[in-house]
């Protein structure tokens, strides 16, 4: 079936640094892709997404291009800031496009 | 604002005592989805609705029921809960169907304790 990938966290990284956060997927047909952030004590909110490969995401400095190639949809941002501490989630739509399906989440801390 | 509320936010209960955690958004969203959170698994699905009286079950829905009368309301029902239900729960809502038209729009949450 249908499943997501990202790298294991935490992420520890110094204010202005650079970040990629990576993702890759396995799916039947063409999916979307979606980044999610979790900021703490709060819920999901989209922050970016690829509906078809070759398309780039981006948001608040955060971009991610959809790799049909290298199945990957690899999250990067040039200078990362304290305020992007948070946990974030890679997913996809499935075929059927009900439903989506998760990575388990890369804890980000960035340290002033 | 639009937004998705729950309640309640944190709960503390005993194995086998019948609870319900509510969940209600004000966008006119077709689709309401059950998701539970656990460290190390990301989010798991539970249940889902595409519309009113129209519910299936998602990748973890044993232990769960879910009910829609209502477009607005999507309440989560745990007959008899025990330790292993223990998770943080998300609702969530969208326009269409979650993949390419239907961004996902969360709740806050509801951190379950099942002693």
């Known amino acids: 079936g249908d499943s997501v990938t990202q790298m294991e966290g935490p992420v520890t990284l110094s204010e202005e640094a650079f970040l990629t956060i990576n993702c890759t997927y396995t799916?039947?047909?063409?999916?979307?892709l979606f980044w999610y952030v979790q900021y703490p004590g709060e819920g999901l909110q989209l922050l970016l997404k690829?509906?078809?490969a070759d398309d780039k995401g981006s948001n608040k400095g955060f971009e991610a291009t959809y790799r049909k190639e290298t199945t990957s949809f690899h999250l990067e941002k040039g200078s990362v800031q304290v305020s992007d501490s948070a946990v974030y989630f890679c997913?996809?739509?499935?075929?059927?496009?009900?439903?989506?399906?998760w990575g388990a989440g890369t804890k980000l801390i960035i340290k002033p | 604002e639009a937004q998705v509320t729950q309640n309640p936010r944190y709960l503390i209960t005993v194995t086998g005592k019948k609870l319900t955690v509510t969940c209600s958004q004000n966008?006119?969203?077709?689709?309401m989805s059950w998701y539970r959170q656990d460290p190390g698994l990301g989010l798991r699905q539970i249940y889902y609705?595409?519309?009113?009286?129209?519910?299936d079950k998602g990748d973890v829905p044993e232990g769960y029921k879910v009910s829609r009368k209502e477009k607005r309301n999507f309440p989560l029902i745990l007959e008899s809960p025990s330790p292993n239900q223990t998770s943080l729960y998300f609702c969530?809502?969208?326009?269409?169907?979650?993949?390419?038209?239907?961004?996902?729009?969360f709740g806050p949450g509801t951190r379950l304790l099942v002693l």
């Open positions: 966008m006119n969203h077709e689709y």
């Open positions: 690829a509906t078809k």
């Open positions: 997913a996809l739509s499935d075929q059927s496009n009900y439903q989506l399906i």
């Open positions: 799916a039947t047909g063409y999916p979307s």
């Open positions: 609705s595409m519309n009113v009286e129209v519910t």
């Open positions: 969530a809502s969208s326009a269409g169907l979650a993949g390419r038209r239907g961004t996902q729009y």
